[in-house]
């Protein structure tokens, strides 16, 4: 039977996570499906080097853009009309290229079962830029709002239109509207960005789950000074946005994966599994945060099944 796994924020540009990605086996994954939830690369050549390996991994590879896979680092006067946006119509025609699929598709599981994957484009909505889309918590301290503002690299690497009105979210989710329908099959879609608040922060057990995974794997707990960095960060300004909860709820999703939050989960809210399997950094890997993954090799970092 054929299996979907899922797994997001690859981040191949690092060395650690490159070696991890290339040890993965055609000879374990060659009938499966993966989903890949964003976060490859920066590096389109890269980027494309990446996939056609997952390709030679896996039968199927289903893809949707994180923010890093959308950074824009250099533009020079001759070719200053690359933006984000014309990044992402570049990054679509090189999935079409290689046969990595960016739209819904059936999977037949059995002669008489199949389930749908649907792939939702997805953006952040910031406090400031679409409140009422925001999956923002205020942080007690203005000065840890305006140093989360101020470390975020995306307010220097992501082009995007300025004129007024444009939002963000409100442009990626308008990118899913053709897709969003009745399949006649269950559907576990997937964003790279959350679309709930009550994904952002750890529940008890979540944090019960991370504990047990630490004694399991004899991994000390992270230095205070390391915990309280970590906290001063308000990650809920970039989190996500209300509307992929709206159209993962039109769709009737029975799974959700999404990636770009480095902590590892798999709960039910409301009827919907949401799972998030991010391989992170290796600093966050040995400090123990993500749970799942564990040191740099492919053996302790693997895609996690999600499906039967």
Not at 110 to 120: D, T
Not at 167 to 189: C, H, M, Q, T, W
Request: with cysteine.
């Amino acid at each position: 039977m054929p299996r979907v796994f899922a797994v997001s924020d690859i981040h191949v540009d690092l060395w650690e996570n490159s070696s991890v990605v290339k040890g993965w086996s055609h000879d374990v994954y060659g009938e499966d499906t993966l989903i890949l939830a964003g976060d490859v690369t920066d590096d389109i050549l890269l980027l494309e080097k990446t996939l056609k390996h997952l390709k030679s991994v896996f039968a199927t590879v289903y893809f949707v853009p994180g923010n890093h896979d959308l950074w824009v680092r250099s533009r020079s006067e001759i070719d200053d009309k690359v933006t984000s946006i014309s990044k992402l119509h570049s990054i679509q025609s090189l999935c079409e290229k290689i046969g990595v699929l960016t739209g819904p598709e059936k999977i037949d599981i059995s002669p008489e079962n199949h389930i749908w994957i649907v792939p939702l484009m997805s953006w952040y909505s910031k406090p400031d830029d679409f409140p009422d889309d925001s999956l923002h918590m205020p942080a007690a301290c203005p000065e840890d709002e305006r140093m989360s503002e101020e470390m975020w690299m995306d307010n220097y690497l992501c082009v995007f239109p300025q004129h007024d009105g444009f939002r963000k979210s409100e442009y990626f989710a308008k990118l899913n509207e053709g897709i969003l329908k009745e399949y006649d099959g269950p559907v576990i879609s997937f964003s790279h960005f959350l679309p709930r608040s009550d994904l952002v922060h750890f529940s008890q057990e979540d944090l019960d789950n991370l504990r047990e995974w630490r004694k399991t794997n004899d991994i000390p707990y992270p230095k205070p000074e390391i915990i309280e960095k970590m906290k001063k960060f308000n990650f809920s300004r970039f989190a996500g946005s209300k509307l992929i909860e709206k159209q993962i709820r039109h769709l009737g999703s029975i799974i959700h994966v999404y990636g770009h939050q480095h902590r590892n989960k798999d709960v039910d809210k409301d009827g919907v599994r949401y799972v998030s399997h991010c391989l992170g950094y290796a600093k966050e890997r040995t400090a123990g945060a993500v749970v799942g993954m564990l040191g740099s090799s492919s053996e302790t970092c693997q895609p996690k099944q999600i499906w039967p």
